[in-house]
T-cell receptor
Framework: GAVVSQHPSWVICKSGTSVKIECRSL??????MFWYRQFPKQSLMLMAT?????????EQGVEKDKFLINHASLTLSTLTVTSAHPEDSSFYIC??????????????FGSGTRLTVV | AQSVTQLGSHVSVSEGALVLLRCNYS??????LFWYVQYPNQGLQLLLK??????LVKGINGFEAEFKKSETSFHLTKPSAHMSDAAEYFC??????????????FGKGTKLSVKP
């Protein structure tokens, strides 16, 4: 089945530094990638939508200059948290899709990245 | 706009008892609905989904859900809870409005606890 590999699974960084999170579709082409953020004990909130070869679309309230998204190929999308601050500490998850495979409709999620900014 | 409401942020059942997690949706178009489970510090695992085929959907680990249009509901059930079912459960609807990109809209989640 479709797999999205997300790395790193966890990262600790110092305040003011940047962190890059990668999501790779291993056996399919992901035209669209969604990036979600999940704060502790909360639900997943969509941050942005990236489409291969074009600029990402950010949800209201998400700083596009802080959360840089690149989707330069059909198999790789990256999220860079620039000048990270402790309030950026969260769980970040990517999702490819939606897509139809035969009669099967669905989304493929990465395993998530736990970011801790100290 | 589409939305999902999960009633009960925390549900506690005894091992072997029925599990019922409630999900109601709002959608102006026929919805695509999903249930995911999340274990601590892990990603999401798809339990089951409804994409306009059979209204009773069977998923993994003995879970099932029934799509009821008249009630705008998609409740998740399991006849007999197991300790390993303790986790956070999310109901989600696929955003299909206005030619959108089709991202998932998640409910706030229900934490399921299973008592021995």
């Amino acid at each position: 089945g479709a797999v999205v590999s997300q790395h790193p699974s966890w990262v600790i960084c110092k305040s003011g530094t940047s962190v890059k999170i990668e999501c790779r579709s291993l056996d399919f082409q992901a035209t669209t990638m969604f990036w979600y953020r999940q704060f502790p004990k909360q639900s997943l909130m969509l941050m942005a939508t990236s489409n291969e070869g074009s600029k990402a679309t950010y949800e209201q309230g998400v700083e596009k200059d802080k959360f840089l998204i690149n989707h330069a190929s059909l198999t790789l999308s990256t999220l860079t948290v620039t000048s990270a601050h402790p309030e950026d500490s969260s769980f970040y998850i990517c999702s490819a899709g939606p897509s139809w495979t035969g009669t099967n409709y669905g989304y493929t999620f990465g395993s998530g990245t736990r970011l801790t900014v100290v | 706009a589409q939305s999902v409401t999960q009633l009960g942020s925390h549900v506690s059942v005894s091992e072997g008892a029925l599990v019922l997690l409630r999900c109601n949706y709002s959608s102006s178009v026929p919805p695509y609905l999903f249930w995911y489970v999340q274990y601590p510090n892990q990603g999401l695992q798809l339990l089951l989904k409804y994409t306009s085929a059979a209204t009773l959907v069977k998923g993994i680990n003995g879970f099932e859900a029934e799509f009821k249009k008249s009630e705008t509901s998609f409740h998740l059930t399991k006849p007999s809870a197991h300790m390993s079912d303790a986790a956070e459960y999310f109901c989600a609807v696929s955003d299909q409005n206005g030619g959108s990109q089709g991202n998932l809209i998640f409910g706030k989640g229900t934490k399921l606890s299973v008592k021995p």
